[in-house]
Nanobody, 124 residues
């Protein structure tokens, strides 16, 4: 079973930035699409960024559009999520995810592999 290992979470003040990383050494990047999801307290798991298979197109919901950026480096088998202008409502556990069957990885039901999660807390 290939594994994803996400990291980079922490405590940050409102308006601050964090970069999350996800190592995916066992995944052939041309055979998967990837995404970042989060679970906020009292909420269902939701997508915050997706990158289409091939790595050329990206997707963001309105809640984070303009503040979050997803990227991947194929030859290093790494996925990143740059988060800027963080808000208290961004506090959540963040998960990287891989989808085998779909061109996009935007729906939790499509995810085949999850990272263990990394906690992001935005607080003054």
């Amino acid at each position: 079973q290939p594994r994803l290992v996400d990291s980079g979470g922490g405590l940050v003040q409102p308006g601050g930035s964090l970069r999350l990383s996800c190592a995916a050494p066992e995944f052939p990047f041309n055979g998967f699409s990837f995404g970042w999801f989060r679970r906020r307290p009292g909420h269902e798991r939701e997508v915050v960024a997706g990158i289409k298979r091939g790595g050329k197109d990206t997707y963001y919901p309105a809640t984070v559009n303009g503040r979050f950026t997803i990227s991947q480096v194929d030859d290093r088998h790494m996925l990143y999520l740059q988060m800027n202008d963080l808000k208290e409502e961004d506090t959540a556990t963040y998960y990287c995810a891989a989808c085998r069957t779909y061109l996009w990885c935007r729906n939790p039901n499509d995810v085949g592999y999850w990272g263990p999660g990394t906690q992001v807390t935005v607080s003054s």
